[in-house]
């Protein structure tokens, strides 16, 4: 028999979501008439922007021809929207990127799973807690050690970077948070990144949530903090931004700047490992989805994108207002789809999570499902239809209000 990756075994099991169908599935079947409102989910809730959906239909309509046929794409990105990212992203907000620091992918979990797999198994990690699962069991199954930071409310969720000399080879943050909401300023950034270049190590800034940051002021970028060039690697993603969960679109910068080393000394450029890497186990994101992705920054598709954000932000507005009448303590949902709220009573995660079931019929997402410093605390999610949220705000707040 093969060996397997022992690796593998060394992962928590992945129960949350899981655990959470088991849960709602159960209650379902013992109240068969309560109407389940669904807040604890990460994925968006409202159609494709026409714009999108017109790109998508024209580009396959194209395909269908013979001229506008095309089979395997650059598996970097088509030029034109590695262009318009390049503008719209970055050049508008005075940072310049090069057109071959861009890499087109189909999703920020996968570049977020990959990219640990051009550094060596002896690098060190680190981590935010509560964190985004993929981190973690990514550098789980390459064998890797893995040190927490705990995201509390002392440190307003924006932990780090740590200030007793401990090191790291690679770090990752998040910002805006899933799950915390939270968002770093512009002065956290610039802390990380003078850690990162005193201690050599390279920062993995994944930007998923950057089109909910509601503060012109915040950056959106971690190239927007001087010195990021030579020690970050940023993660965006069109999945948040414009609906883009089941067409999958994202993209990775790698700047020129950033190196590596060997084991001899050598220094070594990560975007050309990562080029690399990419030319020999990817093919490329579809050419319809990459024309879909470049309707976003059309002044059509910016608006109709812009305006599904406000909606999700207006939802998560009124959630942090409704829940704290109920007398519960909310963090986030300013600059992001999330609320983090503090259980009552400092109750488990998990407890609280059937008790807003089976009070409110509303189903969220335990803090604990997130790492160890999640305890204590719970999920909402802003992606909803208007009229779920303020039917589970009404809801919470009778079963809540009074204790
Ligand atoms: C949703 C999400 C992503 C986006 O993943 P895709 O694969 O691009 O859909 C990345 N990071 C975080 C933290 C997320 O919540």
């Given at each position: 028999?093969?060996?397997?990756?022992?690796?593998?075994?060394?992962?928590?099991?992945?129960?949350?979501?899981?655990?959470?169908?088991?849960?709602?599935?159960?209650?379902?079947?013992?109240?068969?008439?309560?109407?389940?409102?669904?807040?604890?989910?990460?994925?968006?809730?409202?159609?494709?922007?026409?714009?999108?959906?017109?790109?998508?239909?024209?580009?396959?309509?194209?395909?269908?021809?013979?001229?506008?046929?095309?089979?395997?794409?650059?598996?970097?990105?088509?030029?034109?929207?590695?262009?318009?990212?390049?503008?719209?992203?970055?050049?508008?907000?005075?940072?310049?990127?090069?057109?071959?620091?861009?890499?087109?992918?189909?999703?920020?979990?996968?570049?977020?799973?990959?990219?640990?797999?051009?550094?060596?198994?002896?690098?060190?990690?680190m981590v935010t807690?509560?964190?985004?699962?993929?981190?973690?069991?990514?550098?789980?199954?390459?064998?890797?050690?893995?040190?927490?930071l705990p995201a509390t409310e002392a440190n307003g969720f924006a932990p780090g970077p740590p200030e007793?000399?401990?090191?790291?080879?690679?770090a990752y943050l998040c910002s805006p948070n899933?799950?915390t909401g939270g968002v770093l300023s512009r002065a956290a950034l610039a802390r990380w990144v003078a850690w990162a270049r005193d201690?050599?190590a390279?920062l993995i800034f994944d930007a998923?949530y950057d089109?909910?940051i509601?503060d012109?002021a915040l950056p959106r970028s971690i190239y927007e903090v001087d010195g990021a060039?030579?020690c970050a690697?940023e993660?965006?993603?069109?999945?948040?931004?414009?609906?883009?969960?089941?067409?999958?679109?994202?993209?990775?910068?790698?700047?020129?700047?950033?190196?590596?080393?060997?084991?001899?000394?050598?220094?070594?450029?990560?975007?050309?490992?990562?080029?690399?890497?990419?030319?020999?186990?990817?093919?490329?994101?579809?050419?319809?989805?990459?024309?879909?992705?470049?309707?976003?920054?059309?002044?059509?598709?910016?608006?109709?994108?812009?305006?599904?954000?406000?909606?999700?932000?207006?939802?998560?507005?009124?959630?942090?207002?409704?829940?704290?009448?109920?007398?519960?303590?909310?963090f986030g949902?300013e600059h992001a789809?999330?609320?983090?709220?503090?259980?009552?009573?400092?109750?488990?995660?998990?407890?609280?999570?059937?008790?807003?079931?089976?009070?409110?019929?509303?189903?969220?997402?335990?803090?604990?499902?997130?790492?160890?410093?999640?305890?204590?605390?719970?999920?909402?999610?802003?992606?909803?239809?208007?009229?779920?949220?303020?039917?589970?705000?009404?809801?919470?707040?009778?079963?809540?209000?009074?204790?």
């Amino acid at each position: 028999m093969a060996r397997i990756n022992e690796h593998y075994l060394d992962l928590a099991a992945g129960y949350l979501f899981p655990e959470i169908g088991r849960r709602v599935t159960a209650f379902r079947q013992a109240e068969p008439q309560a109407r389940i409102l669904r807040l604890g989910v990460g994925d968006v809730a409202l159609p494709l922007a026409p714009a999108v959906s017109e790109a998508l239909q024209r580009a396959a309509a194209e395909l269908a021809t013979g001229d506008g046929f095309r089979g395997y794409g650059p598996e970097r990105g088509y030029d034109f929207l590695i262009e318009a990212i390049r503008q719209h992203d970055y050049a508008a907000r005075g940072t310049e990127i090069a057109a071959d620091e861009i890499f087109i992918s189909d999703g920020s979990k996968q570049d977020a799973g990959n990219l640990q797999e051009i550094f060596a198994t002896a690098c060190s990690v680190m981590v935010t807690d509560p964190v985004y699962p993929v981190y973690v069991d990514t550098n789980v199954m390459a064998g890797r050690e893995i040190q927490y930071l705990p995201a509390t409310e002392a440190n307003g969720f924006a932990p780090g970077p740590p200030e007793d000399g401990a090191r790291a080879d690679l770090a990752y943050l998040c910002s805006p948070n899933n799950p915390t909401g939270g968002v770093l300023s512009r002065a956290a950034l610039a802390r990380w990144v003078a850690w990162a270049r005193d201690c050599g190590a390279v920062l993995i800034f994944d930007a998923a949530y950057d089109a909910y940051i509601s503060d012109p002021a915040l950056p959106r970028s971690i190239y927007e903090v001087d010195g990021a060039r030579e020690c970050a690697i940023e993660l965006r993603s069109f999945s948040k931004r414009a609906g883009f969960t089941g067409l999958r679109c994202a993209y990775c910068v790698v700047p020129s700047a950033c190196t590596g080393r060997t084991a001899a000394g050598g220094e070594v450029s990560l975007r050309d490992l990562w080029a690399r890497r990419q030319a020999t186990k990817f093919n490329g994101v579809p050419y319809i989805v990459q024309r879909a992705a470049a309707a976003v920054f059309s002044p059509e598709g910016r608006q109709q994108t812009e305006a599904q954000i406000a909606y999700y932000m207006e939802n998560a507005r009124r959630l942090r207002e409704g829940l704290r009448k109920a007398g519960f303590a909310v963090f986030g949902g300013e600059h992001a789809p999330y609320l983090w709220l503090r259980t009552p009573n400092a109750d488990p995660s998990w407890d609280f999570f059937d008790r807003l079931l089976r009070q409110a019929q509303v189903v969220g997402t335990p803090g604990a499902g997130f790492g160890p410093a999640g305890e204590g605390y719970f999920r909402l999610s802003a992606f909803a239809d208007r009229e779920t949220v303020d039917e589970a705000i009404t809801r919470i707040q009778r079963a809540f209000a009074h204790g």
